[in-house]
T-cell receptor, first 111, second 114 residues
């Protein structure tokens, strides 16, 4: 069964600190993996998209990594800001363009 | 471009009523997606269209749900009859190429079925 598991479920960090969110998947075959940021009350916004051959991709202070062998991805946030407080969702596209969604990590950045 | 436009933003209806959600994708995009999001199940893909043609509707929960895309600039998601368990936020997203490309989400429609 295709699954995407994210950890931690929730996280609280202080402004300026770094953090790393994890995504493990069992989707096969694999097409791509995406990280989304979703602010409360808004639609998700795409942060990164990675295919099988890509093992790292950055978008400003966000850096995603992908290990297709171990089927793991991480999203690293550098020098966190209050505006980073949001839900971060990992989505894996598999065969037939089927999407499997993680349940998200809720991040809160505090002063 | 105004981005993906959805209407209404909020809908409260009674069980058994018909609900129609509307979406206008970004001009020039050729793929459109309908998602549902709840606290319990997270984000779920309901259906997606490519060049106005439904490609995958396996996520549509049951026959009460139907979606149409009569042209490249408009799509509807209809629930008839609605039930309380349909309460969720419904998102529409569009992209230029297809499911593998970056998707742009609308603001969502928050549906409450009493």
């Amino acid at each position: 069964k295709n699954q995407v598991e994210q950890s931690p479920q929730s996280l609280i960090i202080l402004e300026g600190k770094n953090c790393t969110l994890q995504c493990n998947y069992t989707v096969s075959p694999f097409s791509n993996l995406r990280w989304y940021k979703q602010d409360t009350g808004r639609g998700p916004v795409s942060l990164t998209i990675m295919t099988f051959s890509e093992n790292t991709k950055s978008n400003g202070r966000y850096t995603a990594t992908l290990d297709a062998d171990t089927k793991q991805s991480s999203l690293h946030i550098t020098a966190s800001q209050l505006s980073d407080s949001a839900s971060y969702i990992c989505v894996v596209t598999g065969g037939g363009n089927k999407l499997t969604f993680g349940t998200g990590t809720q991040l809160k950045v505090e002063l | 471009d105004a981005g993906v436009i959805q209407s209404p933003r909020h809908e409260v209806t009674e069980m058994g009523q018909e609900v129609t959600l509307r979406c206008k994708p970004i001009s020039g995009h050729n793929s459109l997606f309908w998602y549902r999001q709840t606290m319990m199940r997270g984000l779920e893909l309901l259906i997606y269209f490519n060049n106005n043609v439904p490609i995958d509707d396996s996520g549509m929960p049951e026959d009460r749900f139907s979606a149409k895309m009569p042209n490249a600039s408009f799509s509807t998601l209809k629930i008839q009859p609605s039930e309380p368990r349909d309460s969720a936020v419904y998102f529409c997203a569009s992209t230029y190429q297809g499911p593998r490309e970056r998707q742009y989400f609308g603001p969502g429609t928050r549906l409450t079925v009493l």
